[in-house]
């Protein structure tokens, strides 16, 4: 039976507080004020990218309680933009006003033990895996699982940390050692043909609306194949745990053309940046709609072709960029993020080109993102190997009251690949030219 929050919608003038103040939570802060929302962030510093455009922030680390408990009486509503915020600190939030998605949604994404077991509970497909606690259960677990493996902390990794690839029988118990001897998983390794994320979004009514399947690899076939499973899983996902807001969830393509669920996250997503220019109501102004309880806003496409590139910190290298050349193009929009420290592959902004095809909004986010490279003197132009390309088809300065809160805390997100450790970053329908960036 489906679970719906019947409390009445929370109208534009509301406050809405938000847990995290990196780039995904800058551009919620834009979509909310734009739908005539105030946001409070809550981040660990004045320098996040959110906390310079939010109309109040309050300093804090996301588990001292007592400023979350704070946020929480001076807002109608809280979300966050990452999945790390612990769940005890949603729980405390919810106890007060509505969190959207519930704590029970982070708790289930916060730890891979919970989430196999509840995907495998809801009868979704997920890659076999064992649970260890302890150091019997290492033995039994290879057994069970076999090799190649890969050993996962339960808790905590991110970006491929936490993470040990397990080849023979005779490596785990040295692995898991590395890892700390903490609770993990084992997971038998995939051989898969491409990663898939989808983007949906649940109303506190129940709607449901999805955005297309999102690609790292693309075979003429495989877009109409996978799209109604995969929108079959993400429907399953979002009504099975009863999400208010705005989840990604990432596949393996198997080569067999089967779909298995990699992990789940309660969140926009940096594949979905392409929605702002791409989608009549993107990813962010999604999650404003769900977590206010407003009518969900169209998926369909607006554009034919979209392109989009990230600019990494590489990019700063020789100074700052050439904002002017970037921009030369009118079909080329630039997004940057607000950071201050720019360092070898952390993402700082992103640029994307719409046009008539995919091959020409290719070529003018290419151009656009090499543009900004030049500077008026002479330098070495980026690598394209520090760049992440995507490519889709058919397709005011605010017043701010401060709370100090006490420490700082460090953002993380879960991308966590079993193929390897070189990440990466899929594309909308037809995509060429992906490059990698190693982590």
Known sequence: MTTLDQRAPILPGAKIGLLGGGQLGRMFVQAATQAGYQVTVLAPSLDEPAAQIAHEVVVADYDDLDQVERLARSVDVITTEFENVPADSLERAEAIVPVRPSSRVFAVAQDR???KRTLSELGLPVAPYAVIRRAEDLLGAVESVGTPA????????????GQRAIHTADAIESAWEELGAVRAILERRIDFDAEISMLGVRGADGQIATYEPVLNHHHNHVLDAVHAEAQRVTTAILEGLHVVGVVCVEFFLCPDGALMVNEIAPRPHNSGHLTIEAHVCNQFQQQVRSVCGMPLGSTSRKVPAV???NLLGDLWAGGTPNWVAAHDNPEVQ???YGKSVPSSCRKMGHITATSSSVREAEMLVREARDRAGRRTKQRTSPSMTTTRLRAATDSSSSVRRLYRGSGLSTRHSRINRTKSPTLRWPS????RGLSRCNA
């Open 428 to 431: 909308i329908g037809c995509l």
């Open 307 to 309: 392109a989009m590139a």
């Open 150 to 161: 890969i050993l996962k902390r339960a808790t905590a990794g991110y970006d491929g940390h």
């Open 113 to 115: 033990e919970v989430e």
């Open 334 to 336: 630039v997004h940057v």
